[in-house]
């Protein structure tokens, strides 16, 4: 029997930094009922405040439910009526000037710094630096097409590796670069995750959109939880419908 059921964010539970729509919203309270529930995603905390958080009824069970900002290097629990950081394993600042730098470098060098753009490229989440291509506030449509093979990133990424070897530069989202310690994916970060709370990796389950090779969800399945491949929001809510059924049988 599954204890804690984890989620990618976007493209599973939500469409690209978009709040969760109603039914998501009950459906995922409703989970909260008979499991622990917890999101792990790219984002820091303010987004999923803004996609998550703010939108959870009434009846959700909020002790039950878990949020991994930065890809899983944050922790964040709801203990006596607030949200508590966990922990936070946090750049310093010459860490985050070499990174930064070094973000404007490939992105000239990968051809790619002339890229119509709304909003900041660069994201510092303190734990994890975001390189988004089309900027933070880049409309849904624009960026499906950008990179809907990976290739443009892929490219990117080789670059920045050779640049920060003893750093992780993960392909994110649908046009971004996340930047983290080394070793830290969504693995790294779902480990944690049973450390933290006390539930054995046997015991968790996990759903993304993006469980293939090379996929920033794949980490969950070489980790080797149980995993779920969704294709998209709408197939996510069918799959919580029946796990609600069968925990509370």
């Known amino acids: 029997m599954k204890k804690l059921i984890a989620f990618d964010l976007d493209g599973t539970l939500a469409l690209s930094k978009q709040a969760l729509d109603d039914e998501m919203a009950g459906l995922l309270a409703a989970l909260t009922q008979v499991a622990m529930v917890d999101i792990i995603s790219g984002g820091d905390w303010p987004q999923f405040e803004k996609q998550v958080v703010s939108r959870m009824p009434a009846s959700a069970n909020l002790d039950n439910f878990i949020i991994q900002p930065t890809t899983g ?89 050779g640049m920060l070897p003893d750093l992780s530069i993960n392909i994110g989202g649908s046009t971004s670069i996340d930047i983290t310690r080394k070793g830290v994916d ?3 970060g779902l480990r944690k995750l049973s450390e933290t709370v006390g539930v054995e990796l046997d015991a968790i389950l996990f759903l993304g959109d993006a469980i293939f090779p090379g996929g ?34």
Do not use: M
Not at 109 to 129: K, L, M, P, V
Not at 221 to 238: A, H, I, N, P
């Open 73 to 161: 290097t944050k922790l964040y629990r709801h203990r006596d009526g607030v949200w508590d950081a966990v922990y936070a394993e946090l750049f310093s600042e010459d860490e985050g000037r070499l990174i930064r730098e070094s973000l404007q470098k490939a992105v000239e060098q990968a051809g790619y710094a002339h890229e119509q753009t709304w909003g900041e490229q660069i994201e510092d989440r303190g734990s994890q630096i975001t390189f988004s291509a089309l900027g933070q506030q880049a409309p849904l449509e624009a960026k499906d097409k950008w990179d809907p093979d990976h290739e443009k990133r892929k490219k990117l990424q080789a670059i920045l590796q």
């Open 186 to 188: 969504k693995a790294y």
């Open 216 to 249: 920033n969800d794949y980490p969950a399945k070489r980790l080797g939880l149980d995993t779920v491949r969704v294709r998209d929001v709408q197939e996510t809510k069918s799959v919580i419908t029946g796990l609600i059924a069968c925990l509370k049988a």
